[in-house]
Every structure is written in C-alpha cells, then in structure tokens.
C-alpha cells in the first residue's frame, strides 16, 4: 500500500478564537525511507495545547494549526529502511516528530534537545512542510519519535504517556529518583498525578504539595506517602533540608519558590515541567544562595527514556486518570475544560473524522 500524501484534522486559525475548530484536508511531510505513517485513534488533551492555540506562548506559526501531540494508533506504511515498526502495530507519537540525528546531543540519546527539532504542530518541517498534531486522521514522522506499546497499556491510557507520563518521567530519571531518596510534587492535575506514580514506582519518598484540599485522598492513592497544604503558612519549615529532588507540575506563575528552595538540600534541583503563560514571580538569584540550589525545566524525553517509560508503567500500574473520552469532533469542549480548569485530569480524543 502506498503512503498517503495528506490527512485531516480539527485546526483552529483565531487564538482569539481557541475552541472554534474547522476541518481541513493538509499536506503530509514525504515519506522517507525511515517514515512510519500511523492512522490515529486516540490523542489525548494536553495543557500544551491550550498554551498554544489561545496565543500564550505567542502567536501561531501558520494560519491554521491542527494541536495534539498524545497519539495513539496503528500504523499503514513504513519507510524501505525501518526496522523496529511493521503494518498494523500499535504505537504513540509524542511532542517531538523530528530533529537532526547527527549532532552530540543525538547521538548521545539527548535529540529532545536537538537545537532543530520539531515539535509535533505549530513548527515547519526542514522541507517546509508544517508539521500537524494528533486531532487529525493521520500522522507522519521519523521512527525515532514513534514508541511501541506494552500490550498491559490500553490504547486510550497510552495517549496521555506520550507527552505528560514522558515529561515527567526524564526529569525524575535524571535527578536520581529512587530508594532512598525523597521527592517533592508540586501539583496534582494532569502532569502532577503522573508524576507522583511514576516517582513512587521508582521507589522514592514522594510528598505531595498542593494549593487546595481536595486532592489529598487521591494523592495518597497514587502513590504519595505525605500530602501538605502549601497555601498555609510556614508549611515548608517541617521539611528543611529534607528533599533530594522538587518536581513543578503547577501551570502557575505565583508559587511560594523560595519556600520551595528551602526544602531542598544543598546543591539540589528544583525542576519545573509546569509552564505558565505569565514569568515566575520572586524568582532573584538570591533565594538559591542559602544552600546552593538550583532551578531548571526540561523538555519532554528520548527515545530511550520513553521506551523505560513505558516498560516501567506496565509493570508497575502507572496510568493516567482520564475524566473523559470524547469525539475529536468536541475538541472545543475539551479545549475550554482545560483553560478554565474543570478538568481533574485528563481529557482524551477518540478518533469520529471518516
């Protein structure tokens, strides 16, 4: 069977405009001989998306962008020279569909941060071609950014994996989370509740910290082991010195940081995968003196880390809570529910374009 030269999605054209979504027929990017083309399923509902389609992470790239980078499905063509995928496997495509391959940090399994990578949508491929996301019929992209999946994995649970269970996932690998070590999670929603499963599989203390309430029996069920109210005052003194590793899934721009950095130990990381329209406030150099800590965010994962990924929520159970499976046709639903909060966790698109 051939590869197919175009697909459809549900793109928005107006960030003024962010839940009126419009169908449209797009070029795909030429199949290469290491392409893998997949027929999407499902797509989960990313935070990312709603940063970039309102316009808060700036202007869109094109006139019309099709967002989603949590795609699930089965693939239809594979390129002359691909080895690790064939028709009709289940697989997920992330944030992240193309990068050089050839420069140190590729080669050294760190193409994530491949100073030309593409993201998924909203970002032109080297041949022009404008790369589109997963609320679509059809996705395209190199087999370095494609992820077989466990068979333990639901098709559905595996789309929200591809980019918050990833994101959280390197991050927590790369600060050394594991016995003995304590972690902090600031926040519990669709990142936040990944992360605190994933740092209690790898085998780490986790303590919740969280604004409000009403998560905390849901934190503890996840895996935490303490739960603490960070909106009341001097809650961070039982913990001086007490935290290897702070984690940020809070998508907000006032957090009480310099009681954060005082929890950590001395020269420790406090990482944040929570990415706000608004600059963090209180952020002076000063407030990492007192123990040499440091702040930092990530971007998403490699290959090699989302295949452990994977492998790891298999068998420990890591999944995400979706509040919802939805037709793509009501993406403008989800959208609006994520902007304003009423979701706990996360949306997920199934597949209705014929």
């Not at 697909?7 to 928005?12: E, L, N, P």
């Not at 509902?45 to 499905?73: A, R, Y």
């Not at 994530?112 to 997963?134: H, I, K, L, S, W």
């Not at 927590?172 to 519990?188: A, D, E, H, S, Y």
Request: hydrophobic share 40%; with cysteine.
């Amino acid at each position: 069977m051939s590869a197919p030269t175009t697909a459809r999605g549900y793109g928005i054209s107006d960030t003024k405009k962010y839940t009126d979504f419009s169908v449209q027929e797009f070029k795909l990017k030429t199949a290469g001989p290491h392409d893998v083309t997949l027929d999407i399923e499902f797509c989960g509902v990313c935070g990312s998306d709603v940063h970039t389609i309102t316009g808060g992470w700036g202007p869109l790239s094109t006139d019309w962008v099709v967002p989603g980078h949590e795609i699930v499905g089965k693939v239809t063509h594979v390129g002359d020279e691909v080895k690790e995928f064939k028709v009709g496997q289940r697989v997920g495509v992330g944030a992240q569909v193309y990068a050089c391959l050839e420069c140190d940090r590729c080669k050294a399994d760190n193409e994530n941060y491949c100073p030309e990578q593409v993201d998924t949508y909203n970002a032109p491929f080297p041949d022009g071609v404008m790369a589109q996301g997963g609320y679509s019929s059809v996705i395209r992209t190199h087999d370095r950014f494609v992820f077989a999946i466990p068979e333990e994995i639901k098709s559905e649970e595996a789309g929200p994996l591809m980019c918050a269970g990833l994101t959280v996932y390197s991050p927590l690998k790369r600060n050394g989370t594991g016995p003995g070590k304590t972690v902090g999670i600031v926040g519990i929603g669709g990142l936040g509740h990944l992360a605190i499963q994933f740092a209690h599989a790898m085998g780490a203390k986790v303590i919740v910290f969280s604004h409000s309430a009403n998560k905390k029996d849901d934190a503890l069920k996840l895996g935490a082991d303490e739960f603490v109210l960070s909106g009341e005052k001097d809650f961070a003194k039982p913990y001086f010195d007490k935290l290897d590793f702070i984690l940020s899934a809070a998508d907000v721009h006032n957090l009480p940081i310099s009681d954060f950095l005082s929890m950590l130990k001395v020269e420790a990381k406090m990482v944040s995968v929570g990415l706000p329209d608004k600059e963090w406030e209180g952020l002076q150099p000063q407030i990492m003196a007192s123990n040499a800590s440091a702040i930092g965010t990530t971007h998403i994962g490699s290959k090699v880390e989302c295949n452990e990924m994977l492998k790891l929520a298999a068998q420990k159970n890591v999944r995400p809570v979706i509040d919802q499976i939805l037709p793509m046709s009501q993406a403008g639903k989800a959208i609006e529910g994520v902007k304003e909060n009423h979701v706990r966790y996360r949306y997920v698109l199934k597949q209705d374009l014929a």
